[in-house]
């Protein structure tokens, strides 16, 4: 009788330790979706530093949402003092220097989305989530949250989150080894009720600018694509599919995202008149990988922030439907 009252103890105390660690998991999760919110609904301004490729940049922001409708300035406080003003879904990066405004539509243009991960259900077989210490940043206190992978085909976070409104106030991107390669951390931060909608207009004197729009890809629907990867780390899926020109070359280029839902790694497939004399293999700037190679007569270039067998794994399944 004592063996079978032991049995059922264990089995009761090992039930009790999984809906305990569900429960922490449910409520790290929360943290992260509360996260994604905060840094759209919030009215703030704040001072951070962005460290990536061996480089640090200062940065002001100043973040507006006006009954749903979000927009934002973001000024570097280094070099040539770059200005980047994003009103709902269109981004104008001004450069002061070259007398060059860009236009474009794409959100990640921002250094701060662009170097925070989002939450959704389905990064839970590929990542674990889990609570790390508690600290203080820009004078606030934080809860810190560890984004770890669960296998070497991508890497991880650590998330300073304010704890009255989760929203980052650091964040550092580590790779396959632990090594911090970007880091976003705030000096300065506060909230308001309102933003004046002045305080996102530019201070530049913008007169006499070019204004260079960025040249449209042709999105290819799922039966039109012409090139398939047929080796895809776990989680990873085509996101997006565009044909059309790139910077640099006078021939279209195939582009493919693929995204496991935070690791993204974009694949381009060049013209064969475009391919002369391809420098294959790996490189490295900062926290971004790339790989090239040749395939069936292409040009593949594959870049992301996730490892290089990510990158080769990739690259060399790609082949022509």
């Not at 934002?72 to 406080?77: C, G, L, Q």
């Not at 879904?89 to 921002?110: K, M, N, Y």
């Not at 060049?270 to 490189?283: I, K, L, N, S």
């Not at 922030?305 to 790609?318: G, M, R």
Request: charged letters at 25%; one cysteine or more.
């Amino acid at each position: 009788m004592k063996a079978g009252r032991d049995g059922c103890m264990w089995a009761f105390a090992l039930l009790v330790a999984f809906i305990s660690m569900e429960a922490v998991a449910q409520d790290v999760r929360s943290w992260l979706e509360r996260m994604t919110g905060a840094m759209e609904a919030l009215n703030y301004e704040g001072t951070f530093v962005h460290l990536h490729s061996g480089n640090a940049e200062t940065l002001d922001i100043t973040h507006r949402n006006d009954n749903g409708l979000v927009s934002e300035r973001i000024v570097s406080n280094d070099g040539v003092g770059r200005e980047i003003i994003r009103h709902a879904d269109q981004i104008r990066c001004i450069l002061p220097d070259r007398g060059v405004i860009l236009v474009d539509e794409a959100r990640d243009a921002s250094p701060l989305v662009a170097a925070l991960p989002s939450y959704s259900e389905t990064l839970e077989p590929h990542y674990e989530f889990a609570f790390d210490a508690t600290d203080r940043v820009a004078e606030r206190p934080t809860q810190v949250i560890r984004i770890s992978p669960r296998d070497e085909f991508r890497y991880g976070y650590r998330l300073w989150l304010d704890e009255e409104t989760a929203m980052p106030l650091k964040s550092q991107l580590m790779d396959e080894n632990g090594e911090i390669i970007e880091q976003i951390l705030f000096t300065r931060f506060e909230i308001f009720d309102s933003i004046p909608a002045e305080r996102i207009e530019s201070q530049i004197d913008t007169s006499g600018f070019r204004l260079l729009a960025t040249q449209r890809s042709i999105s290819v629907p799922d039966d039109g694509v012409l090139w398939q990867a047929s080796m895809l780390p776990g989680g990873f899926a085509l996101s997006v599919a565009k044909h059309g020109p790139l910077a640099g070359s006078e021939h279209p280029v195939e582009h493919h995202v693929y995204s496991d839902g935070l690791a993204a790694v974009s694949v381009f497939i060049e013209d064969p008149q475009a391919v002369d004399d391809v420098a294959e293999g790996f490189t490295r700037l900062g926290s971004t990988n790339a790989f090239s190679t040749t395939v069936s007569g292409r040009k593949v270039t594959a870049i992301g922030e996730v490892p290089y067998k990510t990158l080769h794994q990739i690259a060399i399944s790609l082949n022509a439907e």
